[in-house]
């Protein structure tokens, strides 16, 4: 038997280990496999670092992390057939969060193609919806500008941005790209585009923002790096501010801007909604004027799903989100806002009051008649720790829903808005490892955490510094309920109270059982001094979120929750 040759840095898969390098990737999250070893065995002769892990959905997601919190590009590096079906998920979850991933992947020798080769399969074919950029690449010669076409639809230069797919027979991996087609254009990383806005939008945006009253500003994933220009023209304003998960900590809790707790009121009371790089999606319900009764809207952004999606702008600047706050300052300069001082002020002091409610009401919160911990308890007991600058990444149904009103954190990852549960794990590995000085915190529901729990491994063995809180109440806890109050009848929605800490221990994390509160701050100090680890907290299944209470988890049919579902068919004269 002859082995192949091994590929070295002319090799097709040398050249895109050695892009991978120029682009400043240095790390790439991956799961083994023959289709793609020459890829895999040249990244590592480059340095660039492989995070193994168990299942290739993880590898997705922990690469979508990693751009999430880095600002750059997220590489998942998954074999042939069914490394590519398993990443799947993974890839819807980047494409409804539009983050710029790049997943690789091979394919079978082009002599065995569409001959039932081992691990065949057209992937290019079922990705393509999910992806920017989807292609099969059989030419050596090709491969560095397909990469490089990829990465710049990935950050959506010319669209949406969003993950990316390429993939690679091996016999192409193997063979040599000639030295001149390896041109140094290909390989340069390029800034970002700038989009300028135009003057006259800018001076109608002015226009728009220093007449109204009641203005109220809404951040989303395009508005990231505009927090400076954000802030002066807030400032500038006297505004409110929501903040959504897609944008947390662009605007600190401090600011007298925001308004979070009083969520509903601003929105129905604003006479001026501006999105910066936000969808007006199902959590802003659609930008409906059933919700928004008096509303004009002024929308920002660099991408067109956040320009225009369900509610035209009275006036739409499609710039960076950056130069057009930035501009939209200078413009204004020294012009007196109309803004209504009073609401403003009334507004933000409502939000404290609520605000300081709930923090009571988190310390107080009553365990439920089985005598099991409230899961606000929990909650409480780790916002006492949580330093400023902690990392928090919330997972599952009713306890994700606790857990992102009640955790006050600089940057805050969740399922978004495709509701991807399971995301906890992997998503806090990629964060610890990207921030190893920071503190990653993953809380997740019992359910939530199954999906891919055997990712503790993955931390263990890479020295992934998180702490996963496990809120233990034994059921797909918002599922029970929904079928309790709708259904009346529980069915294939409960689970075992099972000890994730002695699976923990295992993998040879720190594990422990919680399950009374008084041992929870102990508890806490052990775990964040010795992770990676894992606490199983044993909570009440009987505390209704607000996201229970507000009907999410019954999928009303006009909008996402009850209220605006009854205003929805109010103002469509439906009965
Ligand atoms: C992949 C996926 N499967 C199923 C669902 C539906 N779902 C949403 S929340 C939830 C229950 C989560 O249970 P758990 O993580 O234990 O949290 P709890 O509600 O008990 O606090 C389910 C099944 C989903 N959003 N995503």
Known sequence: MTPPPVPGPDSAAGVIARFLKARGVD?????????????????????????????????????????????????????????????????????????????????????????????????????????????????????????DEAVARAFGQGGEPGPVYLDFPVDTLRATVPRPLQRAEHFAAKPPPRLVPGEDDVLRAVDLLWSAKRPLFVSGRGARGAGAALLRVLDALGALYLDTGESRGLVPDSHPSVVAAM???????????????????????????????????????????????NRRGDVELFATPA?????????????????????????????????????????????????????????????????????VVADGGDFLSFARVGLACETYLDPGALGCIGIGTPFGIAAALAHPERTVVVVTGDGAFGF?????????????????????????????????????KVVGTELQFADHAAMARAFGLLGERVDD????????ERALARRPALLDVIVTPEAASSDAKSGLAWVPDLQAIAAWDDAERAWRGID
Request: include cysteine; charge should be positive.
């Open 452 to 488: 891919n729990a055997m990712e503790i491994d993955t931390a263990v063995r890479h020295g992934a510094k998180v702490l996963i809180v496990v809120a233990n109440n034994g059921g797909w806890a918002i599922e029970v309920r929904d079928q309790q109050e709708t259904y009346g």
């Open 323 to 391: 130069l057009a706050l930035d501009a939209i300052a200078r413009a204004a300069n020294g012009r007196v806002p109309a803004v209504d001082r009073g609401w403003a002020t009334a507004m933000r002091a409502q939000h404290e009051a609520r605000t300081r409610k709930l923090h009571t009401a988190m310390r107080e919160a009553p365990p439920g008649a089985d005598g099991r911990m409230h899961p606000q308890r929990l909650l409480a007991a780790l916002r006492d720790v949580l330093p400023k600058d902690a990392i």
């Open 517 to 524: 509160v008084a041992a929870l701050p102990a508890a806490l």
């Open 27 to 147: 790390r790439v999250f991956g799961l083994c496999g023959g289709h793609i070893m020459p890829i895999w065995m040249r990244v590592d002769a480059e340095g660039v670092r492989i995070v193994d892990v168990r299942d290739e959905r993880a590898a997705v997601y922990m690469a979508h992390a990693h751009a999430e919190l880095t600002g750059g590009l997220g590489v998942a590096l998954i074999t042939a057939g069914p490394g590519v079906t398993n990443g799947m998920t993974g890839l819807a979850n980047a494409h409804v969060a539009r983050a710029p991933v790049l997943v690789l992947s091979g394919m079978p020798p082009r002599p065995q193609e569409n001959r039932g080769a081992l691990q065949d399969m057209s992937h290019v074919e079922f990705v393509r919806p999910l992806t920017r950029y989807a292609r099969t690449v059989r030419e050596p010669a090709l491969v560095l500008q397909e990469l």
């Open 263 to 309: 969520r509903g009121t601003a929105m129905g009371e604003a006479d001026l909604v501006v999105t910066v790089g936000r969808r007006l999606d199902f959590q802003l319900a659609y930008g409906s004027p059933a919700v928004y009764k008096d509303a004009r809207f002024l929308r920002i952004a660099d991408a067109p799903s956040e320009l225009r999606d």
